[in-house]
């Protein structure tokens, strides 16, 4: 098969990865790619966005199968548009996508099947957001409507620094278009977990659980990123938890989508939060999470070519999916001043070492090539993952991996696993 793979991410190398590894993968394309996605995959420079020339470089290659990583284009209908042109596609269509699109239309959704979730209100005019955040407490979470890269969701610890977030996304527009509308949301306490799923319409597979960091400092300090590290198993998290969160919130969201004639393809991603009354949902994503699927998909033992294809031929019940028992642990390594504005153009050094160390896996998250060198091309730059037996055997791989790699101003979180091992 030919395939492409859309999109530049840590998360896409980790897709081409996987994919790399099928006997029945015999070409392998990535747009745009970046510099380490180069290793496994030939780079075709054509943005995420630019629907017309992916259709007619799939025409032009004979591609049998195209997996999209990143959420814009789903939500754009980058799925609707190649199904017109009769090219197989991996991926929610534009209304489906909806459920990450819109944390509006995602929480209605919610709201409406009864599938547990926090307490919420949604607003199109600042002044009345206000107000009804004036009557609150904190901490309290101000969500923005649309895409933001991850970022649009600030957990406020006082009403003033909530009132601050409301104004820069209503008024101030720091994301555009996705501030016009804002969910105003209760604050859960508790654990938080990912799952991602397999998903064809009412048929769910779900992948192991794993744990994001959002924060950018040690602690869950400071503020929120895409994600700067990752793990899998929980073993702090009991089993009974995990079925819990897939039958009473994964599978009847699935459930839901094709009641409201919306019906799911693709990996439906799971945020969830394990507070004192049981397992509720913060988010749901419509494709693969970034950082978990650098975590995961070192798991999976299934040809992940077969899981694909036999949920877009809608044959999803019909495949068993096999998974690892070992562990594995991503550390991201950052730019200096990420998540705000960061530098571009720094030289990586030490990629080959931390790559040649047993049990290790470097995916380019924010990388590009520069006579010769890689360089900082994002404010994610690598995501680092060891694996091993358990969590402290994958944790000791990571970060000795990532303590051979440096560039200037490079940060990383120090404590990615360590709730697990209290």
């Known amino acids: 098969m030919r ?5 530049g991410g840590g998360r896409e190398h980790a897709i081409a990865w996987a994919l790399k590894k099928s006997e029945k993968v015999t070409q392998l394309y990535c747009a745009p790619g970046n510099a380490g996605i180069a290793q496994v995959a030939e780079c075709v420079p054509i943005a995420v966005d630019r629907f017309d020339e992916l259709i007619q470089f799939s025409v032009d290659h004979a591609i ?7 959420d814009d284009p789903l939500a754009a209908g980058i799925v609707d548009a190649f199904e017109a042109q009769g090219i197989q596609i991996f991926g929610p269509r534009k209304n489906a996508a909806e459920i990450e699109g819109s944390k509006v239309f995602m929480k209605g959704l919610l709201k409406k099947y ?9 607003f199109t005019d600042y002044e009345t957001a206000l107000a009804y955040l004036k009557e609150q407490t904190a901490p309290i979470v101000v969500k923005a409507d649309g895409l933001a890269a991850g970022k649009g969701v600030i957990v406020a610890q006082t009403i003033e620094e909530a009132v601050q977030a409301l104004e820069d996304m209503m008024i101030n527009k720091v994301f555009g278009e996705s501030g016009s509308q804002v969910v105003i949301e209760e604050f859960l306490e508790g654990q938080e977990m990912s799952i991602l799923a397999f998903v064809d319409g009412e048929t769910v597979k779900p992948m192991v659980a794993a744990q994001d960091h959002k924060p950018i400092f040690d602690g869950d300090l400071g503020p929120n990123t895409g994600g700067m590290g990752t793990y899998t198993p929980l073993p702090h ?9 897939i039958e009473n919130i994964i599978k009847p969201t699935a459930k839901a989508m094709v009641s409201e004639g919306r019906p799911f393809c693709g990996v439906l991603f799971a945020g969830l939060m394990i507070t004192k009354d049981g397992p509720k949902t913060i988010e749901f994503n419509a494709r693969m999470g970034d950082p978990e699927t650098q975590v995961v998909l070192p798991r999976l033992k299934t040809d992940l070519v077969d899981i694909i294809l036999a949920a877009t031929n809608g044959r ?13 642990v991503c550390v991201i390594l950052a730019s200096e001043g990420y998540p705000a504005s960061y530098p571009k153009g720094r030289v990586i050094s030490g990629l080959e070492e931390a790559a040649a160390l047993d049990n290790v896996l470097v995916f380019h998250a924010g990388t590009a090539s520069d006579n010769g060198n890689y360089v900082t091309s994002g404010g994610r730059v690598l995501g680092v993952v060891g694996r091993g037996a358990d969590l402290v055997q994958a944790r000791e791989r990571a970060y000795e991996a990532a303590k051979a790699i440096s560039f200037e101003g490079v940060q990383y979180r120090s404590d990615i696993g360590e709730k697990a091992l209290r």
């Open 3 to 7: 395939i492409l793979v859309i999109g």
């Open 237 to 245: 998290i009991p089993q009974s938890i995990i079925d819990e969160s």
């Open 64 to 70: 049998d199968l195209v997996v999209v990583g990143p």
């Open 114 to 122: 009864d599938i547990p979730t926090a307490r919420y209100e949604t």
């Open 316 to 328: 999803l019940d019909q495949i068993d999916i096999e998974w690892s028992d070992d562990a594995a």
